[in-house]
């Protein structure tokens, strides 16, 4: 009897996470129908070369089309054009900035143990 307790524990979890899996690929196919309503041709085809090439800021880019179209700011498909202009803008409020630091000290110290001899 206890065999068939444990038993059904990983049955359940196995359940619920194809559960899970299943909900989040009705998602990603309600949001990938919902985004070929929004853009033509051309943009979709440039939506999906940047999920290839950066996929965050692809992902950033379709948050931002269901967005507009939930609110209504969208009227007809957007043109590869429209595409473009939205990307320029979250790729302007993403942009990263790097900077490169010298520990001068460590780099010191190194060169100095390395002249001892």
């Not at 690929?25 to 950066?54: C, F, G, P, T, Y």
């Not at 429209?82 to 110290?109: I, P, Y």
């Amino acid at each position: 009897m206890e065999d068939q307790g444990a038993s059904t524990i990983p049955q359940q979890s196995q359940d619920a996470q194809n559960k899970a899996r299943q909900q989040a690929e009705n998602q990603e196919s309600a949001k990938n129908n919902m985004i070929s309503q929004i853009l033509d041709q051309a943009a979709m085809q440039r939506l999906s070369n940047l999920a290839v090439a950066k996929p965050e800021k692809a992902q950033m880019v379709e948050a931002a089309l269901i967005n507009m179209a939930r609110r209504g700011q969208l009227s007809g498909k957007m043109s590869d054009d429209g595409l473009k202009a939205l990307m320029e803008r979250v790729s302007a409020q993403t942009q990263k900035t790097t900077a490169v630091k010298f520990d001068r000290r460590r780099n010191e110290l190194d060169s100095d143990e390395e002249l001892d001899l």
